[in-house]
């Protein structure tokens, strides 16, 4: 089975700019979340979407969106980019939403804001 | 809210040892550990989970952790380690708050094996 996928795996943008990463989940996956990795921050929660309704949202600003298709694939976008927004960029999928569902992780994106 | 505390920020260790890996997290009526592995340039793979049943819970790669709800601990353990280990874990707890559902992580320890 394949793993969750995340496309591109690096990007590389200007101040002001904006960006949109995709992620596909797990075949089979309905839940996908995303979470910010910085040095400093470490892992955050952005937001987290079921059956294409986001369901929960961190504490980022409104710059950061997503959304979820039909077929579960994800993608969020960040606008007007600015330089803490360089981190890595982490996608999870799980098969349902409850406590305790295992999160799978993508490889990420890591983006880099100049 | 849930929080997680990783007070170990790094570990060496020298190959053939035994090391521990030391998570905190706050009390909560119901609580679901996990513990996740990052390698270098890679995404976070999970290593175990705790849901419930037995306090001992075993994962891949021959770790191990014990889930302690008095000392509110979840430390991960491994007996003997080696050089492929050498990457950053990181403790997480499954938050629901009023039908929410996200993972609080902690802030990862580097474990660094020593030849």
């Known amino acids: 089975k394949a793993g969750v996928t995340q496309t591109p795996r690096y990007l590389i943008k200007t101040r002001g700019q904006q960006v949109t990463l995709s992620c596909s989940p797990i075949s089979g996956h309905r839940s996908v979340s995303w979470y910010q990795q910085t040095p400093g921050q470490g892992l955050q929660f952005l937001f987290e979407?079921?059956?294409?309704?986001?369901?929960n949202k961190g504490n980022f600003p409104g710059r950061f969106s997503g959304r979820q298709f039909s077929n579960s694939r994800s993608e969020m976008n960040v606008s007007t980019l600015e330089l803490g927004d360089s981190a890595l960029y982490l996608c999870?999928?799980?098969?349902?939403?409850?406590?305790?569902?295992?999160?799978?992780f993508g490889p990420g994106t890591r983006l880099l804001v100049l | 809210a849930q929080s997680v505390t990783q007070l170990d920020s790094q570990v060496p260790v020298f190959e053939e040892a035994p090391v521990e890996l030391r998570c905190n997290y706050s009390?909560?009526?119901?609580?679901?550990l996990f513990w996740y592995v990052q390698y270098p340039n890679q995404g976070l793979q999970l290593l175990l989970k705790y849901l419930s049943g037995s306090t001992l819970v075993k994962g891949i790669n021959g770790f191990e952790a014990e889930f302690n709800k008095s000392q509110t601990s979840f430390h991960l353990r491994k007996p003997s380690v080696h050089i492929s280990d050498t990457a950053e874990y990181f403790c997480?707890?499954?938050?629901?708050?009023?039908?929410?559902?996200?993972?609080?992580f902690g802030t990862g320890t580097r474990l660094k094996v020593l030849a």
């Open positions: 999870a999928s799980s098969k349902s939403r409850g406590p305790g569902e295992t999160q799978y």
């Open positions: 997480a707890v499954s938050d629901h708050p009023s039908g929410t559902y996200k993972y609080i």
């Open positions: 979407y079921f059956s294409e309704t986001q369901r």
């Open positions: 009390s909560s009526v119901s609580v679901y």
